[in-house]
C-alpha cells in the first residue's frame, strides 16, 4: 500500500477542520423547559430583575437595623411585632424605630426595613414582644431588587449550552420560549462489500455494520440527528450519488471505511468530486486512526473515518463532534469528563505520534487504577470493556507502569 502523504499532527487537522467549517445551522425558536442541552442562537437579556421585590433570605423578623445593635443575650433588645407577612402576597407593613415584622424566607419584606434577624437569634416574650440577642448590619438576610439579576443584564450568551440550572434561571425570568440553534443533521455512510446488515446471518468473508451503530449513538449523545442509510458496496458511481445527495440535504456527512490509500479505497475519490474546497487532510500522526480524511464542500464537513470500529469511535470523538457543535454555533464544546487514576502496566508509543489507548478504572488499596484494554481497533470489544481513553502525546515514547494518568471518560458513560 503507498504511504500517506502529508501526515500531520491532530493539532494542525483540528485547526485546519475548524477553519474550513463555514456552514451554520439555522436558528429555531423553542420551548424553554424542552431546550436542555440546545445551544443559545442570541445573546439573552433579563426582561426584568430579579428579585422583584425586596425578599428575605432567611426565617425570622423584618427589622431596621440600628434597632439591633448593642444587643446581646444579656441586654437583649425589646421590639413590637407588628404583624407578619405571609408568603406570596404584598407587604402591607411599614416599621418605624422599635417595630418588627415577622417574616419567612422567600417573603416581602415590611416597608421600611433593611435587615432581617434569625429566628433563632430571636426569644417570643409574648404575643406582641420578641428579644433580639443579636444585632444585623444593613443587608443582612436580604435580597434587594436585582441583586440576582438586574434588569437588562445578560443572562446567557449567545453559543452557549442551556444546562438544566439554565433552563431554571430563564424560567423564573419568564422566558418560556428562546431562539437555539437547529439540532446538525449528519449523515453516517458505511461501506464495502462485506458488510451486512446486523439482522443478517453471515457467510465466510462477511461482517455485520458496527460503525453506523455506534456513530449514531454519538451523534445523539452530542445533540445531533443522525441519517443514516443503506449500507453501500465499493462502487464508486453509487457512492458518489449517494454521498452527493447526503452533503446537499444534510449539514455534515461521515463516511465509514476506505479511507486507506489504496486502489480500492474510493472516499478521497469521492470526496474530490464533490466540490471545493475538497479534502485538505489525509492521513493524521495518530493511533488509532492514521488514515483518516478531513474536507469540506461548500463550508460543510465530510470527514473519511477508517473501518476499523474503534479507529472510528476515536476519530468520531476527536474530529466530528466539535464540527457538530461548530456548525451549531459553539466554538468550545463541553470538556469531556476526566479523572486521575495510576496506570498498572507501561504504554509504549512513537515520539511524533498521539496514542490513544483504552482503560478500563477499578478501585484498589483505596485508589482509582486505569488498566490497559490491549487488543486492535477492529476489535470493538477493547471499548466496550473500557471506561475511557488515555493519551500519549505526541513527545512523549511511552508512559509508565506507576504513573499518574489523565483518563478521558466515554461519553455517556
Excluded at 84 to 106: C, D, R, W, Y
Aim: hydrophobic share 40%; aromatic share 4%; proline share 8%.
Amino acid at each position: 500500500m503507498p504511504e500517506l502523504f502529508n501526515v500531520v499532527t491532530p493539532e494542525v487537522a483540528l485547526y485546519k477542520l475548524r477553519s474550513n467549517i463555514t456552514h451554520r445551522v439555522p436558528k429555531e425558536n423553542v420551548k424553554t423547559n424542552l431546550a436542555v442541552g440546545r445551544i443559545t442562537a442570541e445573546i439573552i437579556y433579563s426582561p426584568e430583575p430579579l428579585p422583584t421585590f425586596p425578599r428575605s433570605t432567611m426565617d425570622g423578623y423584618a427589622v431596621i437595623a440600628s434597632d439591633t445593635y448593642g444587643a446581646t443575650e444579656s441586654i437583649p433588645a425589646y421590639m413590637n411585632v407588628i404583624g407578619e407577612i405571609p408568603m406570596g402576597m404584598p407587604s402591607q407593613l411599614t416599621l418605624s424605630n422599635g417595630n418588627i415584622a415577622k417574616v419567612h424566607t422567600g417573603s416581602m419584606l415590611a416597608n421600611g426595613a433593611n435587615a432581617v434577624v434569625m429566628v433563632e437569634n430571636t426569644q417570643v416574650v409574648d404575643e406582641r414582644t420578641v428579644e433580639v440577642v443579636r444585632p444585623v448590619a444593613p443587608g443582612e438576610n436580604i435580597l434587594q431588587v436585582g441583586d440576582d439579576i438586574e434588569k437588562g443584564q445578560i443572562v446567557l450568551p449567545e453559543g452557549h449550552i442551556l444546562r438544566a440550572q439554565d433552563i431554571g434561571g430563564l424560567m423564573g425570568l419568564g422566558i418560556t420560549q428562546l431562539y437555539v440553534y437547529s439540532r446538525p443533521r449528519v449523515v453516517i455512510i458505511s461501506t464495502g462489500d462485506e458488510l451486512v446488515t446486523p439482522d443478517q446471518q453471515v457467510s465466510p468473508g462477511q461482517i455485520r455494520d458496527i460503525n453506523t451503530y455506534s456513530l449514531t449513538a454519538l451523534t445523539l449523545q452530542t445533540g445531533a440527528i443522525p441519517l443514516s442509510i443503506p449500507i453501500i458496496g465499493d462502487d464508486y458511481q453509487e457512492l458518489v450519488e449517494q454521498t452527493q445527495k447526503a452533503i446537499s440535504e444534510a449539514d455534515m456527512v461521515v463516511i465509514s471505511a476506505g479511507s486507506s490509500v489504496s486502489t480500492r479505497d474510493l472516499t478521497s475519490r469521492v470526496i474530490e468530486s464533490l466540490g471545493k474546497p475538497g479534502i485538505f487532510v489525509h492521513g493524521i500522526s495518530i493511533k488509532p486512526g492514521k488514515p483518516t480524511i478531513l474536507a469540506s464542500i461548500n463550508g460543510k464537513p465530510v470527514i473519511g473515518l477508517p473501518g476499523n470500529p474503534v479507529s472510528a469511535l476515536v476519530i468520531f470523538d476527536i474530529f466530528c463532534i466539535p464540527s457538530i457543535y461548530s456548525m451549531a454555533g459553539c466554538d468550545n464544546p463541553p470538556d469531556k469528563p476526566s479523572v486521575y487514576a495510576r496506570l498498572t502496566h507501561n504504554l509504549a508509543s512513537i515520539p511524533g505520534r498521539e496514542d490513544y489507548v483504552p482503560v478500563s478504572l477499578a478501585m484498589s488499596d483505596n485508589e482509582l487504577i486505569a488498566n490497559p484494554v490491549f487488543g486492535e481497533s477492529n476489535l470493538i470489544t477493547t471499548v466496550m470493556k473500557a471506561n475511557g481513553l488515555v493519551k500519549i502525546p505526541l513527545d512523549k515514547s511511552g508512559i509508565y507502569e506507576g504513573e499518574i494518568i489523565n483518563v478521558n471518560i466515554f461519553r455517556g458513560s
